[in-house]
């Protein structure tokens, strides 16, 4: 059976959710799903986020702490790079914290040498190019990223520039390779990264809402890979994307 063949609309699963995690007494009116220690450490020494006592996502491996950002019911977690750890995270905090709402922001690799270092994405559409998506969504090539519309709009609103596209979600970070760079491109992808079409889809299933977009770090359309400002952004840079992350889960 091929990965495609995975869906199965059935909601109960043989462990779920109910079976790992109690629920907690504590609500989220939304959480930002972020990537960066960096912004996290400079998040805690500026008292902006404080723990939420008591409560962690644990897994074998990791713990996962949800902080609240001071002054509001939002929540944040840092999670790892990666569509299980991620999508997942949207299922357990969903579960926990009666959570619908999400906002996920990160760096991504440009395939379009015109769009400049640190521009923002808005992801409209994902190339499923990952595993997880196939079990909670019916197999497809592209999943829309719903809520696409509205983060453009708030963007617009907060007088900040961006760009639209299709992004190519992939597993194999050290399989993207040319060849496959430009099948994605002839087909209006933007950049590439490695969890929008499983939280897409995760969220979909679950009925959550799930709002995204990124920011142009590498540059993969050029003779030869161009790093950019991958892990070198600067901390005034990487806290402007958290509060705009901020600002999408007040408005929503």
């Known amino acids: 059976m091929s990965i495609i063949d995975s869906f199965d609309s059935e909601k109960s699963s043989t ?118 998506s196939y079990h909670y969504a019916p197999p497809s090539d592209y999943i829309e990223v719903k809520n696409h519309a509205k983060v453009s709009q708030i963007l617009t609103d907060l007088n900040i520039d961006f760009v639209k596209g299709k992004t190519w979600t992939t597993d194999a970070f050290y399989r993207e390779t040319r060849r496959n760079m430009q099948r994605r491109r002839s087909e209006g992808c933007i950049a590439v990264e490695m969890e929008v079409s499983a939280c897409q889809a995760v969220a979909d299933f679950r009925k959550h809402e799930f709002y995204n977009f990124l920011y142009r770090a590498d540059n993969l359309d050029s003779s030869q890979w161009d790093k950019g400002i991958l892990s070198s952004i600067s901390m005034d840079e990487r806290l402007k994307h958290y509060f705009i992350a901020l600002e999408i889960a007040k408005r929503v």
């Open 15 to 132: 462990i779920n959710l109910c079976d790992v995690y109690p629920i907690s007494e504590h609500t989220l009116d939304a959480c930002i799903i972020n990537f960066s220690y960096k912004i996290m450490d400079a998040l805690l020494e500026d008292d902006l986020i404080e723990l939420l006592d008591g409560e962690t996502i644990k897994s074998v491996a990791c713990k996962y702490p949800i902080y609240i950002c001071k002054g509001t019911n939002i929540g944040i977690v840092k999670t790892t790079i990666g569509a299980p750890i991620a999508a997942g995270l949207i299922e357990e905090i969903g579960h926990v914290f009666s959570c619908n709402k999400f906002v996920m922001f990160g760096s991504c690799g440009g395939l379009d040498k015109d769009i400049p270092s640190n521009k923002l994405i808005v992801p409209t559409h994902a190339y499923r190019d990952e595993g997880m």
